[in-house]
């Protein structure tokens, strides 16, 4: 078991929730308790020094005011930052006002004034030949707009395709990060109540949680293993983790997976218990593959390529076609056409690589938090099923309801089709707990 009795003291490595002590580490108050009672007295060993693991929190506010805003990524909304996103008025002050600080104007800021330079010199160039400052043979630039109307179409629908292949790639990393932390959740509910051993329980829930630590590691490029796993592995576990691969931190996920595979495999469940872990394992490693595959290979280059080239001779002739009838209203029209078209094709560059702009850091805390939300209430749901099935049993309407099925059965054999008792009763009561649980 994995839950000690609350007069207990608890160790180091026993987290405190709700004046219940849930252990996540092998060695359990409550174990060497039970080991004591049965004769067997441990000899006792050394607590560890490393920090209390945070897989159990307190899951009393509901979602959307559990974490402070300012605890939270950008990304990531709770219920008062939806209402705020709905208003209409502020919305567009906000996203208005706070334009200089936006990511994608900084990123843009240097091709905004190469485009807006070249836009003064082309109507310096006109100026002075309108004045007659140059010789009667340099000729005029200025050309008519029809050019830029014809091709409009075309640069619209490379900016289209672009941002909307971009975003397929993120929407599939969020899917993927999506099904990791409901995969999670179903192999650590399922050990939860298919594993006996606590040693081997926990160990499950460490590595689960590690896998996702890995995969951000290894997607966000840090190759500080040891740091993302202070507090959550054993100190050897770490140094094993860590010296495994030096020299590539795709190897951690796989790692970890390998883990849990032969931690589920010595849990010694039954076949189709182990089967079934085994199988959400396996989806974890599908996960591992999709996110390499979005890494590793963008858009075709070719396309990127020439959607910037197009973009950046649309831009740079721009000018020439303003200028009769805006004149010296070519720079700030440039400045502004150039922020809004390369704008659409910045976002589409940035969100192609989908791990750098979300939210890995709270896709892991969420999946920690629901790892500790289910043993916690292990032991409470177990003690709630035999309260529950215990009550069934005795209940006026049970007794009512197996009267009545005995006279039907009675009535039946009269007529040799009678069909027996026991059917009926283990409907209403269930001999094996472990079975319902």
């Not at 899951?59 to 909304?77: I, K, M, Q, R, Y």
Request: hydrophobic share 40%; with cysteine.
């Amino acid at each position: 078991m994995l839950q000690s009795t609350s007069s207990c003291q608890c160790a180091p490595n026993v987290v405190n929730r709700s004046n219940t002590c849930v252990n996540l580490r092998p060695s359990s108050c409550s174990y060497r308790r039970r080991r004591q009672n049965q004769g067997i007295v441990a000899r006792a060993q050394p607590q560890p020094t490393y920090e209390q693991s945070q897989l159990v929190e307190d899951f009393s506010t509901p979602f959307g005011n559990s974490d402070p805003d300012a605890e939270l990524g950008s990304n990531v909304f709770t219920f008062s930052r939806w209402a705020m996103h709905r208003q209409t008025g502020p919305r567009y002050l906000r996203h208005m006002t706070g334009i200089w600080k936006s990511n994608t104007w900084k990123n843009l800021l240097p091709c905004i004034c190469a485009f807006t330079a070249n836009g003064a010199l082309l109507g310096v160039y006109q100026s002075m030949l309108d004045s007659n400052m140059l010789p009667p043979w340099i000729p005029s630039l200025d050309v008519t707009d029809g050019p830029f109307e014809l091709t409009s179409f075309a640069l619209a629908l490379l900016l289209v395709f672009r941002t909307d292949s971009s975003y397929g790639r993120w929407n599939e990393a969020m899917e993927i990060w999506t099904e990791v932390r409901g995969v999670s959740k179903d192999i650590v509910r399922a050990s939860a109540c298919w594993i006996k051993d606590p040693a081997l329980l926990a160990m499950v829930v460490r590595w689960t949680l590690a896998y996702s630590k890995c995969l951000k590691v290894y997607l966000r490029e840090n190759p500080n293993i040891d740091a993302e796993m202070a507090g959550l592995l054993l100190p050897h576990e770490r140094a094993r983790l860590k010296n495994f691969d030096q020299n590539s931190t795709s190897a951690y996920p796989h790692y970890a997976l390998h883990v849990l595979t032969q931690a589920v495999e010595k849990a010694g469940m039954a076949g189709t218990r182990e089967d079934k872990v085994l199988s959400s394992i396996a989806n974890l490693n599908k996960a591992v593959g999709t996110c390499e595959k979005l890494l590793r290979y963008p858009i075709p280059l070719s396309y990127t390529r020439h959607t910037s080239r197009f973009l950046c001779c649309w831009l740079g002739l721009l000018p020439l076609a303003l200028w009769d009838d805006a004149g010296w209203g070519v720079i700030p029209i440039t400045a502004l056409i150039s922020y809004l078209l390369l704008g659409i094709e910045e976002i589409g560059v940035q969100i192609e690589e989908p791990f750098d702009s979300l939210p890995l850091e709270d896709f892991v805390r969420d999946i920690e938090k629901d790892l500790g939300n289910i043993i916690a209430s292990r032991e409470d749901v177990g003690s709630l099923i035999k309260t529950s099935i215990s009550l069934t049993a005795n209940t006026k309407m049970a007794q009512a309801m197996i009267a009545k099925h005995k006279k039907r059965q009675q009535k039946k054999a009269k007529m040799g089709l009678g069909m027996g008792e026991k059917s009926l009763g283990k409907r209403f009561a269930v001999r094996n707990v472990d079975d319902a649980y």
